[in-house]
């Protein structure tokens, strides 16, 4: 969705991103309330807020209160704010600073799948001289947030093989190939103890961050330990490393591993196969595509068979050692540099809206195709308003839209 409003006398654009799509969700898990009807709660739903109904027109509203609705806060409350900031700034008869263009994706949770289609269709729609992304949460300390780049993300997918009909563990157990321990040692080769990744080059293209960005690393506020009392883990990886410099680093993780059955489902078996699903977070300058054929060339050193399709019957029976690799493809990371004078206009507008610094951050964790907009030549910078859990915070609710409030009225440079 593309909607543009032109203010007379103004020389630049500014384009604001958002999406109103949401993951999927199970609506029969939402015992109190109800996914797509929003519910007031007098604190957040894991602080054990209780539903109280929504106050009348002018009554005021808590800070603490929360409104839970699937995707309120990513990223819906956002849309709302900006209108509201629109609506507030017309009220008081406050001219907007700059030309205003707006994209509301309907798929970004799905990937994005026909922004670049759209984009390249529509160039000229999209003209403009700063991306602003509303997408996203604020710091955990709950302070305002502005962050200049994306991870980007791909996958891998492995399966790797034993006999093609499961065998009794008993008769067979230390005869068949068990494919569960094949699949474990060739991952335990991925990554040390301490979560750096041996795969050959897995960190050579990265981009080196600027002194600037050096710099504002070094001042965000260290809420390691806090995180990690919150999480109840008592070592993080990374070899000392803070999140927000493994941040800008590529990753490596297991989201998900799966073979034969646990618990009360266990089997005395030896299973016929075993699956895992890698993410790949990828910063500045690496290459999607070469990245999964790094993991691919590592997975051959450890002496597999490497096939794309489901291996046939005389392959199994000619190679011991099978993994049969898919990726659904990916996108790469996009950094706008924190010194163009766009950036600082945006943190100087922003801190003065606040009364006080912002965090800054070279990368924010997840992923969003905002490389995109930086092959247009836009630079990217995020202004996220949500609070950290996700959950739609009134109070970071008002703070956005001032801060939105501000950009529209003030952000010159
Ligand atoms: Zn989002």
Excluded: C
Aim: charged share 25%; net charge neutral.
């Amino acid at each position: 969705m593309y909607a543009e409003l032109v203010t007379p006398g103004a020389t630049r654009t500014v384009i604001f991103y958002a999406h109103y799509d949401g993951q999927p969700t199970d609506a029969s898990r939402w015992t109190a309330t109800k996914p797509w009807e929003p519910a007031l709660r007098a604190k957040s739903f894991d602080a054990g807020g209780t539903l109280i109904p929504f106050p009348a027109a002018g009554t005021a509203y808590h800070d603490d209160w929360r409104i839970y609705a699937r995707s309120a806060s990513d990223d819906k409350s956002p849309i709302v704010a900006l209108l509201a900031a629109l609506d507030a700034l017309r009220a008081k008869k406050i001219p907007l600073a700059v030309n205003l263009k707006l994209i509301l994706d309907g798929e970004e949770e799905a990937g994005s799948p026909n922004l670049a289609r759209v984009l390249a269709e529509h160039a000229a729609l999209f003209r403009g001289d700063v991306l602003l992304t509303i997408d996203g949460p604020v710091h955990q300390s709950g302070r305002p947030l502005l962050f200049f780049g994306n991870r980007g993300v791909t996958d891998v997918n492995i399966t790797v093989y034993g006999p093609t009909r499961a065998l009794h563990s008993g008769h067979y157990g230390n005869w068949a190939p068990n494919p569960a321990f094949h699949l474990a040692r060739l991952l335990a080769t991925m990554k040390d103890a301490d979560g750096r990744v041996l795969i050959e080059g897995f960190y050579d293209d990265v981009a080196p961050l600027s002194e600037r960005e050096k710099q504002a690393l070094a001042e965000l506020p260290a809420n390691d330990a806090d995180l990690m009392r919150e999480l109840h883990f008592a070592k993080a990886e990374g070899g000392g490393k803070k999140l927000v410099e493994l941040i800008n680093m590529p990753s490596l993780n297991i989201r998900g591993i799966q073979s034969a059955y646990v618990g009360a489902q266990s089997q005395n078996i030896v299973p016929t196969k075993a699956e895992v699903s890698l993410d790949l977070r990828l910063v500045r300058n690496i290459d999607p595509q070469r990245q999964v054929e790094r993991v691919i060339a590592h997975i051959r050193k450890q002496g597999f068979y490497v096939t794309r399709a489901e291996p046939t019957n005389e392959e199994r029976e000619k190679y011991a050692f099978i993994a049969r690799v898919t990726s659904e493809g990916g996108y790469p990371a996009a950094r706008t540099p924190m010194d163009l004078p766009v950036s600082r206009a945006v943190v100087r507008v922003v801190e003065e809206a606040m009364g006080a610094p912002v965090v800054k951050m070279p990368t924010l964790g997840g992923s969003a195709p905002m490389y995109l907009f930086e092959n247009m030549k836009l630079p990217v910078i995020g202004v996220p308003i949500v609070n950290h859990d996700n959950n739609q915070r009134i109070g970071n609710f008002w703070r956005g839209m001032e801060i939105f409030g501000a950009l529209l009225a003030d952000l010159r440079w």
